[in-house]
């Protein structure tokens, strides 16, 4: 009986001591944990001071050989100084030697000035002045009246080509009853369309009302001809094979889309001015007769 319960008791101590055996074990090792991070840190510490004392000794190093160069740069500065006040000094030494006396300024201007008026070769200099100064004076007096010329010839061609360009219709009748050319009127819309005005074919492609102007394509001997920003009452000459003279397109007035004005045709084409001029002994009409149709201007083509 006392055996048995020996046997219990050991039983319950060994369970025991296992468990104490376990948590010395644990402790242990955390300790040798600890004290192998602990010598890694020291390591580490010590590895970043010597590397820290390296550059400090470096940072000496440099230090000293700057204050070394600036010191050898002190020394030449104050040598090349002394230097300079030396060879400063050495002319003003000299200087305060006897010194040439120099005349006034005014006393040798005379004397330049009459030394020039003496001197052939001034005279020389002054006659050539005076002749370049001539032909300057008649080259100006030359380009004053060749500039009045010019105006007045810019200003009748001006109050001609007014007096050759009608602005309505009544100035339209006015230049036909000169005799010297032929008329046909038009006012035609904005089309791809091309519209029969005497000689010629025209198309109106675009108006501006607001700057005056319209784009026109025109058919002369089957060869289109396109005219862009055509101002308004601005002649476009036109050269047909048939015609010794310009054949010439006026806009007179201008609407929304819609472009009116007339064609200026020379009265005697080339076949005619030929004919008159090698006449044959068929009856031929006088020279200057009115033709059939002439002196008349050609109603206006219309659109609707």
């Known amino acids: 009986m006392e055996e048995?319960?020996?046997?219990?008791?050991?039983?319950k101590e060994r369970p025991v001591s296992?468990?104490?055996?376990?948590?010395?074990?644990?402790?242990?090792?955390?300790?040798l944990?600890?004290?192998?991070?602990?010598?890694?840190?020291?390591?580490?510490?010590?590895?970043?001071?010597?590397?820290?004392?390296?550059?400090?000794?470096?940072?000496?190093?440099?230090l000293a050989e700057t204050r070394s160069q600036r010191d050898e740069l002190s020394l030449k500065l104050a040598s090349l100084t002394a230097t300079t006040a030396t060879s400063a000094t050495q002319p003003a030494q000299a200087e305060?030697?006897?010194?040439?006396?120099?005349?006034?300024?005014?006393?040798?201007?005379?004397?330049?000035?009459?030394?020039?008026?003496?001197?052939?070769?001034?005279?020389?200099?002054?006659?050539?002045?005076?002749?370049?100064?001539?032909?300057?004076?008649?080259?100006?007096?030359?380009?004053?009246k060749t500039r009045s010329d010019l105006e007045g010839t810019i200003t009748a061609s001006h109050d001609e080509l007014n007096g050759t360009i009608a602005r309505n219709h009544d100035e339209l009748v006015a230049l036909e009853k000169r005799g010297e050319r032929d008329f046909s009127e038009?006012?035609?819309?904005?089309?791809?369309?091309f519209h029969r005005v005497g000689p010629l074919s025209i198309a109106v492609r675009k108006v501006n009302t607001k700057h005056?102007?319209?784009?026109?394509?025109?058919?002369?001997?089957?060869?289109?001809i396109t005219k862009k920003h055509v101002n308004l009452l601005e002649p476009v000459m036109l050269y047909p094979a048939n015609y010794v003279q310009p054949v010439?397109?006026?806009?007179?007035?201008?609407?929304?889309?819609r472009a009116g004005g007339y064609i200026s045709v020379p009265k005697f084409k080339r076949?005619?001015?030929?004919?008159?001029?090698?006449?044959?002994?068929?009856?031929?009409?006088?020279?200057?007769?009115?033709?059939?149709?002439?002196?008349?201007?050609?109603?206006?083509a219309q659109q609707p």
């Open 4 to 11: 048995m319960k020996f046997q219990e008791s050991e039983n």
């Open 18 to 31: 296992q468990t104490a055996l376990v948590t010395t074990s644990l402790v242990a090792f955390a300790f």
């Open 33 to 62: 944990c600890l004290a192998v991070a602990g010598l890694y840190y020291a390591w580490r510490l010590r590895a970043q001071s010597d590397e820290l004392v390296a550059k400090i000794d470096q940072t000496n190093a440099s």
């Open 96 to 144: 305060t030697g006897a010194a040439p006396a120099t005349p006034k300024p005014a006393t040798a201007h005379r004397r330049a000035k009459r030394a020039q008026a003496n001197d052939p070769r001034w005279k020389q200099v002054q006659d050539q002045l005076a002749e370049h100064q001539k032909q300057i004076e008649g080259a100006r007096e030359d380009l004053d």
């Open 186 to 193: 038009f006012d035609l819309t904005k089309s791809k369309d």
């Open 212 to 224: 005056d102007y319209a784009d026109l394509e025109i058919l002369v001997d089957d060869n289109r």
């Open 248 to 257: 010439e397109v006026i806009l007179n007035h201008l609407d929304k889309n």
């Open 271 to 300: 076949s005619e001015l030929s004919a008159i001029g090698t006449p044959n002994n068929s009856a031929t009409p006088a020279t200057g007769a009115p033709q059939p149709g002439a002196g008349l201007i050609s109603r206006p």
